[in-house]
C-alpha cells in the first residue's frame, strides 16, 4: 500500500511539473529586435486586407526594438496614408510609417450594413491588357476600413480591361482597370437625389465626361441647375452637392 500511495504521489509532481513547463513554453514567446522587414511585411498584410496596395518604404536591415509579441498596426490621421506600427510587449511601443497608399481615406458605408459590405476581387492573377472574363472576379467582404472607391456588382467590372496586373488579394477598384467612360458629354442621365433620408430620381444632362467614381457637372433637366454628382453606372449619377450655375 505504502509503495503504491508513493508511486502515486510522484506520478502526480510529474504532472504538476510537466503542466508548469509547457505553460511556460507557451507563454514564453521568443523575444527578437524587430527589424525593416518584419516592419514592412506587417504593413503590407494589414492593408491587404484592408482592401489597399501598400509599398512601404523601409531599409531591410533598419533595426527599431525589442519585441516578443506579433506587431499591431493601425491606420492614423483617419485613414491607411500612414500608419503607427505596435508591439505590445514586452514594453509597449509605436513607430509611425508611411505607407505610400494613394488617395486612402475611411471609407463610411451606409449605418447597419457594415457586417454586410462587399466588394469585387479578382479569383485568379491578371495581367495589364488582361479582359475581365466571367469566374475571374468574386464578390468577398471587405473592412469598413478602405477606399470609398471600390465596385460593389460584378456587372460594373464585366468584359472591362485590366490597366495594371493585380492579385486576388487586393480588391478591384477604378485605377486598376483602363479607362471607359460610363458618361458622355450631352448624354441623357438617371439622376439620384437623397436629401434628409428622401430619394427622388429625376432626369439631367452630362456636362462632362466621366467614368465609375468620377464627379462629374450636370445640369437637372426639370429645373436647369448645375449640380455635381458622382458616376455610379453607365449613364447614372447621385448628385452630391449643387455646383455652380
Not at 232 to 244: L, N
Request: with cysteine; glycine share 8%; charged share 25%.
Amino acid at each position: 500500500m505504502t509503495s503504491i500511495s508513493s508511486d502515486v504521489v510522484r506520478l502526480f509532481w510529474a504532472v504538476l511539473v510537466g503542466m508548469a513547463l509547457f505553460a511556460a513554453s507557451v507563454c514564453a514567446a521568443e523575444p527578437r529586435i524587430v527589424d525593416g522587414v518584419e516592419v514592412r511585411e506587417a504593413i503590407i498584410k494589414r492593408l491587404a486586407a484592408a482592401g489597399e496596395a501598400a509599398a512601404p518604404s523601409l531599409l531591410p536591415q533598419k533595426q527599431f526594438y525589442l519585441c516578443d509579441a506579433p506587431l499591431i498596426v493601425e491606420p492614423t490621421f483617419g485613414g491607411w496614408r500612414s500608419v503607427n506600427v505596435i508591439c505590445p510587449s514586452p514594453a509597449k511601443w509605436q513607430i509611425a510609417v508611411r505607407s505610400q497608399v494613394k488617395g486612402a481615406q475611411i471609407f463610411n458605408p451606409v449605418p447597419n450594413v457594415a457586417a454586410d459590405l462587399r466588394a469585387v476581387f479578382l479569383t485568379r492573377p491578371l495581367r495589364r491588357g488582361d479582359r475581365i472574363q466571367p469566374g475571374d472576379v468574386e464578390m468577398r467582404p471587405i473592412e469598413t476600413l478602405s477606399t470609398g472607391s471600390i465596385y460593389a456588382s460584378i456587372d460594373q467590372v464585366m468584359g472591362r480591361l485590366m490597366d495594371q496586373s493585380l492579385t486576388p488579394q487586393i480588391a478591384l477598384m477604378p485605377r486598376h482597370l483602363a479607362r471607359e467612360w460610363s458618361v458622355e458629354e450631352d448624354d441623357i442621365l438617371a439622376l439620384r437625389i437623397v436629401r434628409g433620408g428622401i430619394e427622388i430620381l429625376s432626369t439631367g444632362v452630362a456636362l462632362e465626361t466621366g467614368q465609375f467614381g468620377d464627379r462629374i457637372r450636370v445640369e437637372n433637366a426639370r429645373s436647369g441647375k448645375v449640380l455635381l454628382g458622382k458616376v455610379t453606372g453607365e449613364k447614372k449619377v447621385e448628385i452630391i452637392a449643387k455646383g455652380r450655375e
